[in-house]
Nanobody, 114 residues
């Protein structure tokens, strides 16, 4: 079992940057593939970044080149660096992993608006 707690969301102008963090409980973090998802109002939750236990990353075209996922296994923390933010990036962002079942954080709101 693992608990995930996101932080770092907020209001930012178009073109701005934010860094999200996800603190994971327990000692298994380094053995977990991790993801960031987002969900905008009225839309399905979508994957925005993945990182494997060996650091291999994957992004959808909508964020490729703007978002960077990373992890610090010593701190049990997952990050999402978001640059060049657009209004369409506005959503609640969730940290996720799967250990048999899905584990989600509570989410952090990101609003991109002038």
């Amino acid at each position: 079992q693992v608990q995930l707690v996101e932080s770092g969301g907020g209001l930012v102008q178009p073109g701005g940057s934010l860094r999200l963090s996800c603190a994971a409980s327990g000692s298994r973090f380094r053995l977990l593939n991790m993801d960031w998802y987002r969900q905008a109002p009225g839309k399905l939750r979508e994957l925005v970044a993945s990182i494997t236990i060996i650091g291999r990353t994957n992004y959808p075209d909508s964020v490729k080149g703007r978002f960077t996922i990373s992890r610090d296994n010593a701190k049990n923390t997952l990050y999402l660096q978001m640059n060049g933010l657009k209004p369409e990036d506005t959503a609640v962002y969730y940290c996720h992993t799967k250990i048999g079942t899905d584990y989600w954080g509570q989410g952090t709101q990101v609003t991109v608006s002038s």
